[in-house]
């Protein structure tokens, strides 16, 4: 039987009760058939667990009040023609939308917890490599930095020493430390001026590698 067929026939069996007292007890039973479809039955067996139409209805009807006017005799209940069924006037039809499984929440974060050690250590992996490789770029950056600044101050001590060396009338060697000074200077200009485009390069490259490798990990931390 299926779930609009029930609940029809239960209405028509509790006619006679006040409207507001139908429409309670045809939600119940709604939400009840909802919760056993959500432990796994089909809508069918829902249905058939509950119970006949004719048991439940007359549980509801014992459980009222007597009356002074019965109820007038319900005649042979034969199957409705439910494409023309109308519901009777301020009445509207629970919502029949089975409800998203519960068990699908559990089973994912059974399954996250199972895979934990597997996309744990590849989490921490990638975090490992990522930033290794910004340590890495980093130690490059303030060694060229370093050399660049060196080569300047090496232009210094070679006029300090090419100075000394005319003063103690050492005139070849200090054109030596002249020569020097000039390579040592050329080199610094020029190490001054490619190092905004070395770091920036380095950085940026390093920024791709860095984000390709930790799409890479989630990836396969998602598939584990």
């Given amino acids: 039987m299926l779930r609009i067929t029930f609940l029809a026939d239960l209405k028509d ?12 007890r045809l939600s119940f039973y709604n939400e009840m ?18 119970g006949p139409v004719d048991e439940i209805a007359a549980q509801i009807l014992s ?20 494409a023309a069924y109308q519901p009777m006037p301020g009445y509207e039809m629970p919502s029949y939308e089975e409800k998203p499984g519960k068990s699908v929440n559990g089973v ?53 020493s090419a100075v ?7 005139a070849l060697l200090g054109v030596a430390w002249i020569g020097a000074g000039l390579f040592c200077a050329g080199l610094a200009i020029l190490l001054f001026l490619c190092g905004g485009v070395v770091t920036r390069g380095l950085l940026a490259a390093t920024k791709k590698l860095a984000g390709g490798l930790s799409r890479l990990f989630r990836r396969k931390g998602g598939r584990s």
């Fill in 13 to 24: 069996r509790l006619y006679g009760m006040p409207q507001e007292e139908i429409e309670e």
């Fill in 33 to 50: 058939i909802n919760d056993r479809m959500e432990e796994g039955l089909s809508e069918e067996e829902a249905i058939e667990a509950i």
């Fill in 63 to 82: 459980s009222l009040p007597a009356e002074p006017a019965p109820a007038p005799a319900a005649e042979p209940v034969t199957v409705p023609d439910y």
């Fill in 108 to 160: 994912k974060t059974a399954l996250l917890l199972i895979g934990f050690p597997i996309w744990g250590s590849l989490l921490i992996a990638a975090a490992a490599v990522v930033f290794s490789l910004i340590i890495c770029v980093l130690s490059l950056v303030i060694s060229f930095w370093a050399v660049a600044v060196s080569m300047a101050v090496s232009v210094i001590a070679c006029a300090v």
């Fill in 164 to 170: 000394c060396s005319f003063i103690s009338g050492r």
